[in-house]
């Protein structure tokens, strides 16, 4: 192992030599994202002093660690439980609620809370997990288990998918009546077997993280 260093359009940058690999780890690619900037467009890095330490990772979204009973593969350098930047959910809802201040056309929420059975249940209603079932490919994705009635989901969500695509509304006759979000309402679209229209669910729950900086 050695060291590094390198000359970026931002800055000079330290990092290491790993198996016959130069990396540098967590530069940033951008200005950052947090506070004020949440949601807006992005903007270039700025210029830092110096050499910066390119050794460690930055933030990461929450499914941090391996998955259970999966065996250690090698990785370049040491990745330990690093720090979450932020809450999946409640980011969701402040940038809908935003795109409504924003512009006049509609805003549709969903919250998809089928629970695959896959490796006994171990995963539940994973984040990323409503993907195979937006593009119907559900018996191509491991993760989605082995229940029956996920073809049923597969087909009301990606009905609901290409017609948004094509007429901005993704209703369709295969699902209740999906009313847009407002904050008024907060009228949200449970995927799940069947799919059903909530009205401001886990209301205790959003209120019980009100003042936690868990959003940038």
């Known amino acids: ?110 919250l998809f809370t089928w629970e695959s059975d896959y490796l006994g249940g171990l995963f539940k209603a994973a984040h990323a997990l409503e993907i195979p079932f937006a593009f119907d490919n559900a018996d191509d994705v491991p993760l989605t288990g082995a229940r029956p009635d996920k073809h049923e989901l597969a087909a009301a969500m990606s009905e609901a998918w290409i017609v948004f695509a094509r007429e901005g509304n993704p209703n369709h006759p295969g699902i209740p009546k999906w009313e847009p979000y407002t904050t008024s309402r907060r009228a949200t679209m449970i995927l799940d077997v069947p799919c059903r229209l909530e009205i401001d669910p886990a209301r205790e729950e959003l209120d019980a993280w009100e003042g936690m900086e868990v959003i940038p």
Not at 3 to 21: L, N
Not at 31 to 49: I, N, S
Not at 53 to 67: K, N, V, Y
Request: aromatic share 8%; net charge positive.
């Open 1 to 110: 192992m050695g060291e590094w260093i390198v000359e970026t359009t931002v800055g000079k940058a330290r990092g290491t030599a790993e198996r016959g690999v130069l990396v540098f780890k967590g530069l940033p690619y951008g200005g950052p994202t947090g506070g004020p900037r949440r949601f807006l467009p992005p903007v270039p890095a700025k210029p830092w002093p110096g050499v910066r330490e390119a050794t460690e990772f930055g933030p990461i979204s929450p499914q941090t660690g391996r998955l259970v009973n999966e065996p250690e593969r090698p990785v370049l350098g040491h990745n330990p439980r690093l720090p979450i930047s932020e809450d999946r959910r409640l980011g969701c809802i402040k940038l809908a609620e935003r795109k409504l201040a924003g512009g006049a056309a509609p805003v549709f929420m969903y």
